[in-house]
């Protein structure tokens, strides 16, 4: 009980915590979004000159000359148009406290003017122009080693040629100074971003982020965004002037700080709550799941035959009592079970012994008859034959040590009996008898369950078959299940009889006059339960047909 008061209000008071720490949180970043934007403003202004002076020296006299000029022998005018454009790169570092240092790159006359003198271009300036002409139609920003420039050229597009190049090297202290002002902090930093790159002023950003952050600047249309992940924080602010986003970026744990301890503290708390809780579920189910389960377990083997089990406990409390009164309760079912199982093994010796005695004595007279007119015939090795068959049968069913035999033994006896009949009969009656399925000769079995059901055949089928009767004994193993058939040809069976057979087999009263087929029905259910027994059915032969069905344990063909 306790248990459902307490969680809900402590849900409650996380879901409130970090709420407040949610609208922190959003406090810090609209604040420094805020600050973002005013930097970048004041940036654009300080950079927005120099820009405008780069764009002013289309026009410049002197340097339309100096690139009309060519690459032809310095005369005293170009010579002048040098020194000329030397100054005014030199006014524009004056300028502006950003710019270190500016210089105008003439491809088509292999000269270079700066701020600080005039010379020819070297290899690296060369590929300086080529790594500028790529950048120059997306901004304003490139970076080269450690050294940050704005570029511009009156190139329209990448095939056309290119007439100069105007760079102005940033002084990185200042710049980084005034990040440095912006962040207030050293666990984070700001990246220039445009479309072709990125500007990393202190070059310390790893590959993966950096590519993270260019997918963030992308793909957000809106003049500021907000980039969270599980390890950083990123808030962009694009500049259109600039064509370039700034980024500033930080660890999500430094940046929040204490709300981030607050949280920790939070989740620490939640864990020990956890904890307790399990603790608490633990000594529950062990005071009372715990016992209550093995209770409910013994009743489960109870229900599945086992009486042999014994709870034990050693508190005194109510289970206690309640475990003495399972083993007393499990106790007395186990006696009155073998109570019951003794009386259906005393049951099953009397029908045995009834079976025995009900052995149709016609059978012994007419082999006797049999006897004597092979005798008067003088068929001495008929007589030898069937005198072997007939004491066989007999020895079988008079020991009265056993209840139970092999399938081998029990088939041996039916074929002594099959064997006399044969030679009663004749050529009347063809009999065919399957061999026993592989693994099944020492299945244990009642014992006198398959000649009675070859005597009702003769009996009632084959009595007075003339000639082609037939009669078929089959064995098989089907589905858990071993079947014995015994099937004829006999024209003295109809639906009516085998329904009324079927319906005295079913109810089992003990009015029921006891013939063979019930007496070995009843023996076959006490002995492998209720879904084994006699199904009597017409035979494809067109006379009766008995299935003797015994079910199998899976895995046991000799128990």
């Not at 849900?11 to 922190?24: F, R, T």
């Not at 962040?183 to 993966?208: P, T």
């Not at 620490?268 to 093995?294: C, D, E, G, N, W």
């Amino acid at each position: 009980m306790l248990f459902f008061v307490i969680v809900p209000l402590y849900l409650i008071s996380v879901n409130i915590g970090m709420q407040a720490n949610n609208e922190a949180q959003r406090s810090i970043i609209d604040f420094t979004q805020q600050n973002l934007r005013f930097l970048v403003g004041n940036i654009e202004r300080e950079f927005g000159n120099a820009i405008i002076r780069q764009h002013e020296m289309v026009n410049n006299r002197d340097l339309q000359a100096i690139i009309a000029h060519g690459d032809m022998p310095l005369s005293f005018e170009i010579a002048r148009s040098n020194s000329d454009l030397k100054r005014q790169l030199q006014q524009i570092v004056l300028e502006s406290n950003y710019i270190e240092r500016a210089t105008i790159y003439i491809p088509n006359t292999m000269r270079r003017i700066s701020s600080e003198g005039v010379g020819r271009l070297t290899q690296r300036d060369i590929e300086f122009i080529e790594k500028a002409v790529g950048i120059v139609p997306y901004g304003p920003f490139m970076q080269v080693d450690d050294k940050v420039y704005v570029i511009f050229s009156p190139l329209i597009s990448i095939e056309e040629e290119t007439l100069y190049i105007i760079s102005m090297e940033i002084y990185l202290p200042l710049l980084e100074q005034t990040l440095q002002d912006f962040l207030e902090s050293e666990h984070g930093n700001i990246i220039l971003i445009g479309r072709e790159g990125g500007i990393d002023v202190w070059n310390g950003i790893d590959d993966s982020l950096f590519g993270n952050l260019q997918y963030f600047v992308n793909f957000f249309d809106m003049e500021t965004d907000v980039w969270e992940s599980q390890q950083y924080l990123a808030i962009g602010h694009k500049s259109n002037m600039l064509n370039t986003t700034f980024v500033a970026y930080f660890y999500r744990t430094q940046f929040f700080g204490q709300i981030t301890r607050h949280i920790n503290w939070l989740w620490i708390l939640t864990a020990y709550l956890m904890m307790l809780i399990v603790i608490i579920v633990f000594i529950i189910k062990r005071m009372i799941s715990a016992p209550l389960q093995k209770l409910t377990d013994g009743f489960a083997k109870v229900a599945q035959g086992d009486f042999n089990i014994e709870l034990q406990y050693s508190g005194n409390d109510e289970f206690g009592y309640a475990y003495k009164t399972f083993n007393e309760v499990a106790t007395q079912h186990k006696q009155m079970i073998e109570q019951v199982y003794e009386q259906k093994i005393h049951a099953q010796s009397a029908e045995l012994k009834q079976m025995q005695y009900q052995i149709n004595p016609h059978f012994l007279y007419n082999s006797h008859y049999l006897i004597q007119i092979m005798s008067l015939s003088r068929d001495y090795e008929a007589i030898d034959r069937l005198s072997k068959h007939l004491g066989a049968f007999y020895r079988y069913i008079t020991k009265g040590t056993m209840n139970e035999v092999t399938l081998s033994e029990e088939v041996a006896n039916a074929k002594d009996y099959l064997e006399v009949q044969v030679m009663r009969f004749r050529d009347r009656v063809n009999v065919t008898f399957d061999e026993i399925p592989e693994g099944f000769e020492n299945f244990k079995m009642p014992k006198l369950i398959l000649q009675p059901l070859i005597e009702n055949a003769y009996s009632h089928g084959m009595e007075k078959i003339v000639k082609h009767g037939v009669l078929k004994v089959s064995i098989k193993s089907e589905n858990n299940f071993l079947i014995i058939t015994v099937e004829d040809n006999g024209n003295c069976v109809n639906e009516e009889t085998v329904k009324s057979i079927n319906e005295r087999l079913t109810k089992l009263d003990k009015n029921v006059e006891i013939t063979g087929l019930i007496n070995v029905h009843r023996r076959i259910r006490i002995r492998f339960g209720e879904n084994s027994g006699i199904f009597v059915s017409r035979s494809e032969f067109g006379g009766f047909k008995a299935d003797l069905k015994m079910e199998v344990k899976r895995g046991c063909t000799d128990c």
